[in-house]
């Protein structure tokens, strides 16, 4: 093998272990919700990547109580009572006694079912938020990950077009 040839072989060799590193990176920040830091901490620092992708800060204890809440909210009908109970429970409705009303987040309210319908729309927000936060997150991460490949891709070429005029 002429000298071009080995460093051309070693090359396509550094690039095929940064796309493998970075696609088990990718397959592993899935498992915590980090695709894209996932892949780029697997491409470019390989398996140590990995580790410091685990090593990370996890999502705040109140986002977790909020997604278990979340997971256990029943079926979206205000008529249904298990949905009532989980919607005075998740925003703390209750009764004050001095003025006989029903508070929720310290407006005052003067039937339960006024307070329910209040935070029923407040959880409608919140979810339609939270989904539009997760589709952005997901066109982030998708292009993250176009970029990257993009680079590569442009790497390799680069390296042949040296190895070849060299």
Request: charged share 30%.
């Amino acid at each position: 093998m002429s000298e071009n040839q080995l460093l051309l072989f070693a090359l396509l060799q550094i690039i095929l272990t940064m796309l493998i590193c970075g696609i088990i990176g990718a397959l592993l920040g899935q498992t915590i919700k980090k695709v894209g830091v996932g892949f780029l901490l697997g491409c470019f620092l390989l398996p140590f990547g990995w580790i410091i992708l685990f090593l990370l800060p996890k999502e705040s204890e109140e986002i977790a109580k909020r997604q278990r809440l979340q997971i256990r909210r029943p079926e979206r009908d205000v008529e249904s009572e298990s949905y009532q109970l989980w919607l005075v429970k998740k925003y703390g409705i209750e009764k004050n006694e001095v003025f006989d009303k029903y508070v929720l987040d310290f407006s005052l309210y003067e039937s339960l079912e006024e307070a329910i319908d209040k935070a029923d729309k407040v959880e409608t927000e919140r979810e339609e938020l939270r989904e539009e936060r997760e589709s952005r997150a997901r066109e982030e991460s998708n292009q993250i990950l176009a970029l990257v490949g993009s680079l590569v891709f442009l790497l390799l070429i680069l390296a042949v077009v040296f190895i070849a005029y060299w």
